[in-house]
């Protein structure tokens, strides 16, 4: 069965930084891209990352274009987003998701995690 | 482009409903529109994929088309229960690949 587990969120002060983890189970990690997906609360779902199957492409929604930036561990199974120059704005459930391909062409997402908060406040 | 959803819907058990996703520039088939479910307290997931296609485990109750007139796909689901409310997006992607999501919409069932 196939789980994707988000952790690392909280409350962070606005300018401070945080990384947030996704570990994925039930499936071979390394073959398939993958996706960071957030909502702020009461709006819609935003795109915010991707990161192909190997690590070799990542491309960002232009709301956090050079302050966050996605990687990942096929070794350790595991997805990360880090957060820099954190703004209320970035208030959100952060969800990881992965793509039903490799090198995400066309994106789509068939499993999803539960999401972990993120609250950027002083 | 974007992809504009109506806010809410509402229907009753056991009746169907309709949630559209207008494409604002472009052509509607020119790329695939996948639907994902948002039900509170669970992880989303994906009810229909590439335009008309139900993952397994999903009931056949739900269905997507896509109507080049009205430049949109849509998403029916039909013998409502209490269980299908939820918030429903729709999604697709630009020619560069970026993703694009529809607004939401919440289904009410009454």
């Known amino acids: 069965q196939v789980q994707l587990v988000e952790s690392g969120g909280g409350v962070v002060q606005p300018g401070k930084s945080l990384r947030l983890s996704c570990a994925a189970s039930?499936?071979?990690?390394?073959?398939?891209?993958m996706h960071w997906v957030r909502q702020a609360p009461g709006k819609g779902l935003e795109w915010v990352a991707v990161?192909?199957?190997?690590?070799?492409?990542?491309y960002y929604g232009d709301s956090v274009k050079g302050r966050f930036a996605i990687s990942r561990d096929n070794s350790k199974n595991t997805l990360f987003l880090q957060m820099d120059s954190l703004t209320a704005d970035d208030t959100a459930v952060y969800y990881c998701?992965?793509?039903?391909?490799?090198?995400?062409?066309?994106?789509?997402?068939?499993?999803w995690g539960q999401g972990t908060l993120v609250t950027v406040s002083s | 482009f974007m992809l504009t959803q109506p806010h809410s819907v509402s229907g009753s058990p056991g009746k169907t409903i309709t949630i559209s996703c207008t494409r604002s520039s472009g052509n509607i088939a020119s790329n695939y529109v996948q639907w994902y479910q948002l039900r509170a307290g669970s992880a989303p997931t994906t009810v229909i994929f590439e335009d008309n296609q139900r993952p397994s485990g999903v009931p056949d109750r739900f269905s997507g088309s896509i109507d080049s007139s009205s430049n949109s796909a849509s998403l029916t689901i039909s013998g409502l229960t209490t269980e299908d409310e939820a918030d429903y997006f729709c999604q697709s992607n630009d020619l560069s690949n970026r993703v694009v999501f529809g607004g939401g919409t919440k289904l009410t069932v009454l």
């Open positions: 039930g499936f071979t990690f390394s073959n398939y891209g």
């Open positions: 990161i192909w199957y190997d690590g070799s492409y990542q």
């Open positions: 998701a992965r793509d039903s391909r490799k090198s995400t062409v066309p994106p789509r997402f068939d499993w």
